[in-house]
């Protein structure tokens, strides 16, 4: 009987009653080769891709966790949080929603810590919040870093991270180009150093202020970095863009930057310009 079912059915079906639950996040895409990657193994390569160095960008809590030494942040202006200048339409619900998603109150986290065991003012920039887009509250954040740094008499370190001004604060936003600018200029009459680190993405009111105001100034590789947009360049000159504009290597190349340092040494190429500073 067992026989005769199977040489009259060709094919049959096994049923599983238990279904294996695969957990959410446990694997990652790169977005530039495409490799499979354990979250766990990324995450433990700073977040860079084994296969090809893809850089994946960083919340503030990831970046501030690889950078500065344990125990050593105090962080300052945590209370300080965007309101409504303009009255812009769904303003408030976008911050509320970052805010939500993201647990900070706006685009940048200030602190002072130390990295290698030399103090410093660290503000490290959060492109999860609204792109890491500068509106009066972190330009208000970023001068008073630049303020401390000049007080304290201690090195001052910035993350970039952003999409350019907030257009929802309109005039006030492009203000804190000025601003910050004008802060920075105190800084260094002082003779205090200032190291710019530029992430993927820094544009805009963020690349032409305190962006490209370093003393030293590196990126991480790959990063977009610039002003305007690539494709927006392109529609205005109607001109194809070289291969590689506006990514760090880019800039290395044509003497807008200093170096272009891969994550994982990072941290101990800041060390070593604090440990030259301090000598010097």
Known sequence: MVFELFRRSKYFTVKQDTKRDIPEGL????????????????????????KCGYHFRLSSSERLHITVDPGSMQEFDAELAPTDPLNFPNYQE????????????EAVVTCEAAIGGYPAVVAVMD??????????VVGEKITRAVERALEK?????????????R??????????????????????EAGI???????????????????????????????????????VIE???????????QRAEFLLDHGFIDKVVPRPALKDMLTKILTL???A
């Open 27 to 50: 694997w990652v895409k790169c977005p530039e080769c495409g490799e499979i990657l354990f979250t766990k193994d990324l995450d433990r390569n700073f977040k860079v891709c084994e």
């Open 277 to 279: 500073h301090q000598g």
């Open 94 to 105: 976008k911050i509320k929603a970052a805010q939500e998603s993201t647990g900070l109150k």
């Open 235 to 245: 529609q205005t000159i109607r001109q194809k863009l070289p291969e590689g504009f």
């Open 167 to 188: 257009m929802q604060e309109g005039m006030l936003s492009l203000m804190q180009m000025a601003k910050t600018s004008a802060a920075l200029a105190k800084l260094h």
């Open 153 to 165: 008499r201690i090195p001052l370190i910035i993350f970039c991270a952003s999409g350019g001004a």
């Open 127 to 136: 492109a999860n919040f609204i792109m890491g887009s500068m509106g009066t």
């Open 193 to 231: 150093l200032y190291v710019s680190v530029l992430t993927d993405p820094t544009m805009g009111g963020v690349s032409a202020s305190f962006g490209f105001l370093g003393d030293i100034i590196l990126a991480e590789p790959g990063a977009l970095i610039g002003f305007a947009g690539p494709r």
